[in-house]
């Protein structure tokens, strides 16, 4: 070894003791829950003098630093003074930050930030750093099921497809949302979403308001739903035959007319569509995940297929949610059920001529799924503003007027897998102040009548005397 390898050396290691070392590690953290306890540990290793400890919290990307802890080793005697500075003495610091309740808007970067004072000048501040990432997660904190594009109406000759919408909030990262069917996890086919966030009302079922089966499936979805579709590839016609009866070709001239039923006006109903449906039907899925302001994400998995009311009638759905934060799944449930009798409530009980009268839906025999659609009309003829029908929960009518004491109003409540009519009839008492009140200028007049009568001879006398 030469003689200047030796001064590099010897310089080197002079260097580093009067310059000093320091070493900065953070302990990294397994991700926690929203409402737990998270303590950031920050080891550093030196053999200078302490001269403080920051720790920061990390936003906007690296862009802005929020200081969360300071020490300073000026103010506090519990450090340790060198007295030689040309003696190694290593010594190891631990700086530890407690963090209670952590909430999703802690998730993110956390830096410490260590100075201790050089060796040589003992004024210079030697600086490093270490950073830790503080993953928080939360688990959903709602879930519930609704049906995508309610109320809507029954069809009795044509096939429906039928949307529910799982939604879940609150959750960090987005939870995993599935369907299951009488307890049974449904097999789906996955596609894309058209749009991004839950409308209200808008498009039922993937592809638009057409049957979802279609030609533009695969074989091996297609072969599946072969009882849906005619012998031309097209879907088969809605009959009117019993449900047992399967599609049959028909010959020339052997169109079938579909029968029409009567239904009596005062009795309670029922419809259900007639046509031929598959027992497996395809179940299409999609899931939209749609950030939120504070951090968590709200998921809309939609579940869509091709109704049929006489299967899917008092059938159970839940829908079933996963998260990391849970221990067990969370779930809601709800059973597809058609409205059985409406209860109609009249109010005011006694109504009379000029009063305003309200029917409303109070209820029914039944915990009805989707929400129903109502429909009012009057039996043999319109309703007092002159229209046909009315929409809505409650019927109003303003000021009654005798003539409608005795008619019948029809309350129709349907929904997807079914319809039924409810009557009631509307009794209008007479009215005693309008009665009155209509009587008091006739006594006016035939008082008038009376002392006409009386005047007129006094009248005459007078004239009389004076000719």
């Given at each position: 070894m030469t003689v200047l390898s030796l001064c590099f050396l010897l310089c080197a290691d002079l260097l580093q003791v009067a310059v000093g070392y320091l070493t900065v590690t953070i302990e990294p953290l397994l991700p926690v829950v929203v409402g737990e306890t998270v303590t950031l540990k920050c080891n550093f290793k030196t053999d200078g003098r302490l001269r403080e400890i920051v720790w920061y919290r990390v936003t906007d990307g690296g862009t802005i630093k929020q200081k969360i802890f300071t020490y300073d080793a000026m103010f506090n005697t519990n450090y340790s003074h060198m007295e030689d500075y040309r003696r190694r003495e290593d010594l190891v610091y631990q700086s530890t930050v407690r963090l209670p309740e952590v909430r999703i808007s802690d998730n993110g970067p956390y830096e410490c930030h260590v100075g201790i004072y050089d060796r040589a000048t003992r004024e210079k501040v030697v600086l490093a750093s270490g950073n830790v990432l503080l993953t928080v997660m939360s688990p959903p904190n709602n879930i519930s099921v609704v049906a995508e594009n309610t109320p809507a109406p029954f069809s009795r000759y044509q096939a429906q497809n039928l949307t529910l919408v799982c939604i879940a909030k609150g959750g960090k990262p987005a939870p995993s949302v599935y369907f299951k069917r009488d307890g049974e996890l449904i097999e789906v086919i996955s596609y894309v979403s058209p749009t991004v966030g839950y409308e209200g009302a808008g498009s039922a079922g993937v592809r638009g308001a057409r049957p979802l089966i279609s030609r533009d499936l695969d074989d091996t979805k297609l072969r599946k739903s072969l009882s849906l579709l005619g012998p031309d590839g097209k879907p088969g016609r809605l009959f009117t035959e019993s449900p047992g009866r399967s599609y049959m070709a028909r010959q020339p001239g052997q169109e079938p007319s579909p029968a029409t039923e009567t239904i009596p006006e005062t009795v309670v109903s029922r419809e259900f569509p007639r046509w031929v449906q598959s027992t497996d039907p395809l179940y299409f899925f999609s899931n939209t995940h749609i950030p939120q302001s504070d951090g968590s994400v709200l998921v809309q998995a939609k579940l869509t297929w091709t109704l049929n009311p006489q299967l899917d009638n008092d059938a159970?759905?839940?829908?079933?949610?996963?998260?990391?934060?849970?221990?067990?799944?969370?779930?809601?449930?709800?059973?597809?059920?058609?409205?059985?009798?409406?209860?109609?409530?009249?109010?005011?009980?006694?109504?009379?001529?000029?009063?305003?009268?309200?029917?409303?839906?109070?209820?029914?025999?039944?915990?009805?799924?989707?929400?129903?659609?109502?429909?009012?009309?009057?039996?043999?003829?319109?309703?007092?503003?002159?229209?046909?029908?009315?929409?809505?929960?409650?019927?109003?009518?303003?000021?009654?007027?005798?003539?409608?004491?005795?008619?019948?109003?029809?309350?129709?409540a349907q929904n997807p897998l079914g319809s039924t009519d409810t009557h009631t009839r509307l009794i209008v008492f007479e009215n005693p102040s309008m009665m009155k009140n209509t009587q008091n200028p006739n006594n006016g007049a035939s008082g008038l009548h009376k002392f006409g009568l009386i005047c007129l001879p006094l009248i005459l006398t007078v004239t009389v005397e004076l000719t």
């Open positions: 159970l759905f839940s829908c079933e949610v996963t998260h990391p934060a849970l221990s067990m799944p969370m779930q809601t449930e709800v059973i597809l059920a058609a409205p059985k009798g409406p209860r109609l409530v009249i109010s005011p009980t006694r109504a009379k001529v000029g009063d305003t009268v309200r029917i409303t839906v109070q209820g029914f025999q039944n915990e009805v799924f989707p929400e129903p659609l109502f429909t009012w009309t009057r039996v043999g003829g319109r309703l007092l503003d002159g229209s046909a029908e009315k929409d809505g929960k409650e019927l109003v009518l303003e000021r009654v007027p005798a003539e409608l004491n005795g008619s019948m109003y029809r309350c129709t």
